[in-house]
């Protein structure tokens, strides 16, 4: 008779359990970058642009750490498509079989000015590349300088980066 009591609330925990532990784990699988890029103006205002690759399935696109604001989705066609989103999201899904995609919006929060220097600090495990207003010409990149030699922009590979840099200030 405890064998059969057991056995019976043995298959009924089994039965409660394996549904809502495989529900859990289904998860989206990140985008295929094709490129990414963060421009900073000289007023401090911070815009990303995602390129990403198409795909059969569905994915996840992880934004840049910050408040995103402007988001919007432009399609292989130029079709532009402005998305709202509530505060605190940090991630979209990307149907699949939309071609290649371009996804841009803003950032707010991200980029700090204290004694006349932006401070940036980011981590995105993604190649990006960054384009800084032209009146830079010494940028600090983990608090090592980054001589640009009249270029605005460079490129970081699987970015975890304190990036400072400051406008109009003496060589």
Known sequence: MRVKIFASFLIFTLILF????????DSFKEVSHKSLQITIDHEGNVNVIHQIRDSDEPRQLNFVNGTVSNLKLIDSADKEELIDISDGINSI??????GELVVKYDLKDVLVLKDNVW????????????????????????????????????TCHGCEILLEYSINEPK
């Open 119 to 154: 401070t940036l600090d980011f981590r995105y495990l993604q190649t990006t590349i960054f384009v800084l207003p032209e009146e830079i010409d010494l940028v600090f990149a983990n608090q090592r300088s980054v001589f640009l030699d009249g270029k605005n922009a460079f």
């Open 93 to 98: 899904v990307i149907l699949p079989d939309q």
């Open 18 to 25: 394996f549904p809502q532990a495989n529900a859990q784990s």
